[in-house]
């Protein structure tokens, strides 16, 4: 059964930082494109980053210059580390394996002052 655990969001003032991370298991891990996505209430889920396999990483436009999405396929783990927090960033963040197209529980990122 494979699952995601996503963890490390919380409450950054405007212009903070923070690193979410997302654990993996039962799924072949190191062969996985891996993503972050993204919501808020009453919006659509929105693609935030994704890494593959191979490392090739891509970006929504509006944050490839504040956020970046790795992997450790040591730890079967993903990481985003977001930068230059926003309050328009505030949202529930999931972390999602493509090839299973299985999600995690979220965790929630609020940016405020």
């Known amino acids: 059964q494979v699952e995601l655990v996503e963890s490390g969001g919380g409450l950054v003032q405007p212009g903070g930082s923070l690193i979410l991370s997302c654990t993996a298991s039962?799924?072949?891990?190191?062969?996985?494109?891996m993503g972050w996505y993204r919501q808020t209430p009453g919006k659509q889920r929105e693609w935030v980053a994704t890494v593959t396999s191979g490392g090739t990483t891509n970006y929504a436009d509006s944050m490839k210059e504040r956020f970046t999405i790795s992997r450790d396929n040591a730890k079967n783990a993903v990481y985003l580390q977001m930068n230059s927090l926003k309050p328009e960033d505030t949202a529930v963040y999931y972390c999602?394996?493509?090839?299973?197209?299985?999600w995690g529980q979220g965790t929630q990122v609020t940016v405020s002052s």
């Open positions: 999602r394996a493509h090839q299973y197209d299985v």
């Open positions: 039962g799924m072949r891990f190191v062969l996985a494109t």
